[in-house]
């Protein structure tokens, strides 16, 4: 049977923003850009987007824009074309969208994607884009359910899928259903945000289109979501990609209990597993431990060290007996031998630790 070919979608990408949650990461790279399951963040939602119809995307761009046109040029290794537009000061995310549109091709009543840029998730947009035109919408959102609802934009909706309010980060969430960061705009909606002005989708944009009668779906689904703006959650989203909990047609190598980037060098005597990439070149030595970790090109983990649910940035050191758990290690930092650092920990780029500095002790 021949399959009926999907009609072209344009989207727009919402990159601009500085990944404060994230840093010391961040400092050097825009979030959507850290590596991720072995290529950049974006790369596996650019992947999905194609594979859902979309062609065009306009990167809505701020912070370090010159990085992402580096990284993706104009598109046409992954299939798509791709355009980029940038806010000299920020815009918020309802100018960016307004300030990207310029370059969109669309007519007024086209469709017209719009996706966050720190967001994994295996829903079927095209089934969103469907719903959204089969009911002639303003917007139609992509809601998913979380445990704590106060860390997101709470959408409540009527049996319909009506969307009835839209309530950005309140301490009071009405519901678990949350905003999932993709929506379906009818063009003519992006068209009348106010220009060159910093406008929040969130907390301006829905609200006023809510309280103006317009029709606000929400698309909900249940299937894999991931906001990957703390180091927890990114560690987590790479390691997903490489254990094959979410499907990346932009993963660089098969799925399994870990991903050896080219030159990577794991000694058959270190235990290495939980969906942990290692970097290109990295060394894994005799009896170190690595598991659920994100470690950059480069870097070394030595006899014995211990690296659990944690990022080490690119050619750092952890050297002999070190033990990491949910640490973030900036690029060509050292943590000294026999350190134990626990969650939360973040050591700045370059930052060495000498031996045994930071201990950790249950019973103090
Ligand atoms: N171009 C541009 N300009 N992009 C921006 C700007 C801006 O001024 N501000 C934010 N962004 C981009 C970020 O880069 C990110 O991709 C996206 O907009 C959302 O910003 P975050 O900073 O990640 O927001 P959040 O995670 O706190 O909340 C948003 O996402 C949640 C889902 O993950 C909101 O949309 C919530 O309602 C939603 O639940
Ligand atoms: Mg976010």
Redesign the pocket.
Known sequence: MMETPLPELEAIL????Q?TRLRPLTLGT???LLPTAGVPFLAHQLARARASGVRRIVF???YRAEMFCEAFGDGSAFGLSLEYMT?ET????G??IRN?AEALSSGPDAPVLVL????LSGHDIREQVDMHVAREAAVTLHLTEVEDPS???CVPTDDDGRVTAFL??TPNPVTNR????CYVFTRSVIDSIPADE?VS??RETFPSLIEGGALVLGYADASYWL?V?TPAAFVQGSRDLVLGRLVSPALPGPTGDFLALPGAMISPEAKVGGGSVIGARAAVESGAQVSGSVLGDDCVIQSGAVVVDSVVGIGARVDSGAVLREVVVGDRAVVGPGNELLAGSRIWPGIVLPECAIRFSSDA
């Open positions: 919402l990159v601009g923003g990944g825009p979030k959507p809505a761009t701020s806010e920020p815009l918020g995310t100018g960016a990207a966050n840029g720190d967001i860390r997101f934009g950005e980060k949350i905003n999932a960061g910093v989708v969130e906001d703006g």
